[in-house]
């Protein structure tokens, strides 16, 4: 797999023999599969000391803070964390599960994991999407003459971390200043203007060219420090002109003077959602924004098996500040299950790409190498590999728990 490392060195200049790592395992799976990650780094020689930072639900309903300030002072100290999974919920949902005496004091409910990307500026977000020869899940394609095709799918998804829809900067019956600002835009006035204030809400899209300049430079430079041909910018600049426009103006013109050798593309999110089913193998590098930035890269980790192949870092090269972790959610409901039966394989691998940032490349190497030979041999698969449904007595019918495909993969070490 080719993993960018402007990231990696951000950390080269630490040479501590060992490392201090914050785990933040938060919601639901999100505790079981990064236990079983830890035992897989331990098995593979990385030496660490391991702190736990207090992030989630349990947190918000207890505190009204699911990102509590002791978390945001570990991280800043130690730098590198590693993240299970969070649960979220709506807002009135949010505000209903507090603690009584917490209650009706104005706390509204924000995401931990945007709250730490943007404390931190972790703007860069990389999630790669590589397919395991021998995954059951693959995606599959008929060919010609009804032959049955597999493509090799090898995607590097740069995503813009902090901006865009997840910026925050939102309302619901705007303030007077916020509406009239709004009023002064002509189509506001035509399509929305006789729209009581009260019964308007807005979600703004906010790009800056300072963070547009550096993800679309880390997607350049990963094209060209690990050979891939082309980058695309994944957006939808014949609609959303101002934001979407600036993004792939500035990559043309990045593209011309800097990297004329990689070939740029340009696709809508919309049109990239059917073209990667048709070629994924086409594609090495997309780069977008926030919102379809998390959205093709859901579709190509469909691809390669789902969410439980679908690992993420996100990271700021000057401060050296990383986060790790699985795309997939908390899913609560296999929580409370007595063997946990989720794939734990995104949240090792997301381990992996954290030793890719400070510069442990052996061991991410190693731990790869193992995870690749156990899906080959196809003898350990968990529920998601099996095609089942996820209920509590798949293990029973043969599917390898949580702690199973881990002990396989140590087995492998």
Request: net charge neutral.
């Given at each position: 797999?080719?993993?960018?490392?402007?990231?990696?060195?951000?950390?080269?200049?630490?040479?501590?023999?060992?490392?201090?790592?914050?785990?933040?395992?938060?919601?639901?799976?999100?505790?079981?599969?990064?236990?079983?990650?830890?035992?897989?780094?331990?098995?593979?020689?990385?030496?660490?000391?391991?702190?736990?930072?207090?992030?989630?639900?349990?947190?918000?309903?207890?505190?009204?803070?699911?990102?509590?300030?002791?978390?945001?002072?570990?991280?800043?100290?130690?730098?590198?964390?590693?993240?299970?999974?969070?649960?979220?919920?709506?807002?009135?949902?949010?505000?209903?599960?507090?603690?009584?005496?917490?209650?009706?004091?104005?706390?509204?409910?924000?995401?931990?994991?945007?709250?730490?990307?943007?404390?931190?500026?972790?703007?860069?977000?990389?999630?790669?999407?590589?397919?395991?020869?021998?995954?059951?899940?693959?995606?599959?394609r008929r060919g010609k003459e009804n032959t049955i095709e597999e493509p090799e799918v090898d995607v590097v998804i740069f995503r813009q971390n902090t901006e865009g829809l997840y910026g925050g900067v939102e309302w619901s019956n705007p303030g007077q200043q916020v509406y009239?600002?709004?009023?002064?835009?002509?189509?506001?006035?035509?399509?929305?203007?006789?729209?009581?204030?009260?019964?308007?809400?807005?979600?703004?899209?906010?790009?800056?060219?300072?963070?547009?300049?550096?993800?679309?430079?880390?997607?350049?430079?990963?094209?060209?420090?690990?050979?891939?041909?082309?980058?695309?910018?994944?957006?939808?600049?014949?609609?959303?002109?101002?934001?979407?426009?600036?993004?792939?103006?500035?990559?043309?013109?990045?593209?011309?003077?800097?990297?004329?050798?990689?070939?740029?593309?340009?696709?809508?999110?919309?049109?990239?959602?059917?073209?990667?089913?048709?070629?994924?193998?086409?594609?090495?590098?997309?780069?977008?924004?926030?919102?379809?930035?998390?959205?093709?890269?859901?579709?190509?980790?469909?691809?390669?098996?789902?969410?439980?192949?679908?690992?993420?870092?996100?990271?700021?090269?000057?401060?050296?500040?990383?986060?790790?972790?699985?795309?997939?959610?908390?899913?609560?409901?296999?929580?409370?299950?007595?063997?946990?039966?989720?794939?734990?394989?995104?949240?090792?691998?997301?381990?992996?790409?954290?030793?890719?940032?400070?510069?442990?490349?052996?061991?991410?190497?190693?731990?790869?190498?193992?995870?690749?030979?156990?899906?080959?041999?196809?003898?350990?698969?968990?529920?998601?590999?099996?095609?089942?449904?996820?209920?509590?007595?798949?293990?029973?019918?043969?599917?390898?728990?949580?702690?199973?495909?881990?002990?396989?993969?140590?087995?492998?070490?």
């Amino acid at each position: 797999m080719k993993f960018d490392n402007i990231t990696i060195n951000a950390q080269t200049h630490t040479t501590m023999a060992k490392r201090t790592i914050v785990t933040m395992p938060g919601d639901g799976i999100g505790k079981s599969v990064l236990e079983e990650a830890i035992r897989v780094l331990n098995a593979a020689g990385f030496e660490a000391d391991y702190v736990k930072g207090d992030i989630g639900w349990d947190y918000w309903c207890k505190e009204g803070n699911p990102l509590p300030e002791r978390t945001l002072q570990l991280l800043e100290k130690h730098k590198i964390g590693l993240f299970g999974a969070i649960t979220s919920k709506p807002k009135d949902a949010a505000a209903a599960e507090l603690t009584p005496a917490l209650r009706d004091k104005g706390l509204v409910y924000s995401s931990p994991i945007v709250g730490l990307r943007q404390h931190f500026n972790l703007d860069i977000c990389m999630r790669p999407c590589r397919t395991y020869q021998g995954n059951p899940l693959n995606f599959i394609r008929r060919g010609k003459e009804n032959t049955i095709e597999e493509p090799e799918v090898d995607v590097v998804i740069f995503r813009q971390n902090t901006e865009g829809l997840y910026g925050g900067v939102e309302w619901s019956n705007p303030g007077q200043q916020v509406y009239d600002a709004l009023m002064t835009h002509p189509k506001f006035v035509k399509n929305f203007g006789s729209t009581p204030k009260e019964e308007v809400s807005v979600s703004t899209r906010i790009f800056t060219k300072q963070a547009t300049e550096r993800i679309l430079r880390a997607a350049f430079e990963h094209a060209k420090n690990y050979g891939y041909k082309s980058v695309t910018v994944c957006e939808k600049p014949n609609v959303i002109r101002e934001t979407s426009g600036m993004m792939y103006k500035m990559a043309q013109q990045m593209q011309k003077n800097e990297y004329p050798e990689i070939e740029l593309w340009n696709t809508n999110i919309d049109a990239q959602m059917m073209w990667l089913t048709k070629n994924p193998e086409n594609y090495g590098v997309i780069v977008a924004g926030n919102m379809f930035g998390d959205i093709v890269s859901d579709g190509f980790a469909g691809l390669i098996g789902g969410l439980g192949f679908a690992c993420s870092a996100q990271f700021n090269p000057e401060s050296g500040i990383g986060v790790f972790e699985p795309t997939h959610g908390s899913a609560p409901k296999y929580a409370d299950y007595p063997v946990s039966i989720v794939n734990p394989i995104a949240m090792i691998e997301s381990a992996c790409m954290m030793l890719d940032f400070i510069d442990e490349k052996a061991i991410a190497t190693k731990i790869r190498k193992a995870v690749a030979e156990v899906i080959a041999e196809g003898k350990i698969r968990t529920y998601d590999m099996m095609k089942m449904s996820g209920h509590p007595d798949v293990v029973e019918k043969g599917a390898a728990s949580t702690k199973e495909m881990a002990d396989a993969i140590i087995a492998r070490l």
